[in-house]
């Protein structure tokens, strides 16, 4: 591991430089295996968040206080230590830009890891302003207070410097005083204020607790987009409500 970047006070960016890397696409993961001194293994799914464009390889690690993994991720782990990597995988929650847009990214906690890869793809592989206007991207990303949000910063220079990118937060459980956008889990409201019309056919992507993406995948259907253009991925109670 080459350097350790801290995203919020539970949330940490491992950047690994991994020879031979076969190279990924935006959205797959890859399987960090621990083993203890007394041959004891645990091993656990980490969505890639950085593009296909960088040779090197950035986990961002969310611990949980009842998890096997992610505590030593995140708080053992140093510069200069090694990991068990297995990888790329995952073929179904991809994207890459020649399948084209709108791009709709929806989000909750560390579900915004994949989406992010997405992101950075889209701006590593298009370039200019132009380019990007033509496959537009809107996020809509769920969380629980301010400072759990994660890549916070860098979202909002992104929004800044492309126009067509559009980020929009709700935040669930504390907003910061002044606070003006959505104060509430993602519903069927918020979701037709926010996503294109089914008629545009927005590749989406939703990422995030079983609950949120069930919730919102469904009503995307209901609401009349196509099922095979709403591609999910999802993880378990230990992830939490957002």
Request: hydrophobic content about 35%.
């Amino acid at each position: 591991m080459i350097d350790i970047v801290t995203e919020t006070p539970r949330t940490r960016t491992l950047v690994l430089d991994v020879p031979n890397w076969p190279g990924h696409r935006a959205g797959q993961h890859v399987d960090v295996r621990l083993t203890a001194e007394d041959g004891y293994q645990a091993e656990r799914s980490y969505s890639i968040a950085s593009p296909p464009e960088d040779t090197r390889i950035s986990l961002t690690v969310e611990e949980l206080s009842d998890g096997e993994v992610s505590p030593y991720l995140a708080e053992v782990l140093h510069v200069g230590d090694t990991l068990e990597l297995r990888g790329p995988i995952g073929g179904y929650f991809v994207w890459d830009t020649p399948a084209g847009g709108p791009l709709l990214l929806v989000g909750g906690g560390s579900g915004i890891v994949p989406l992010m890869a997405m992101l950075r793809h889209r701006s590593a592989a298009l370039g200019t302003t132009t380019a990007r206007h033509g496959l537009p991207a809107r996020l809509l990303y769920s969380s629980r207070r301010w400072d759990e949000v994660i890549y916070r910063d860098e979202l909002a220079r992104l929004a800044e410097a492309d126009p067509s990118l559009e980020v929009v937060h709700t935040l669930t459980r504390e907003q910061p005083e002044g606070w003006t956008g959505f104060k509430r889990r993602i519903d069927r409201a918020m979701l037709e204020e926010i996503a294109w019309p089914p008629s545009e056919q927005p590749r989406v992507f939703v990422c995030g607790p079983t609950p949120l993406v069930e919730t919102v995948s469904a009503t995307l259907v209901d609401l009349g987009h196509q099922p095979a253009l709403v591609k999910t991925e999802r993880f378990g109670p230990t992830g939490g409500a957002v």
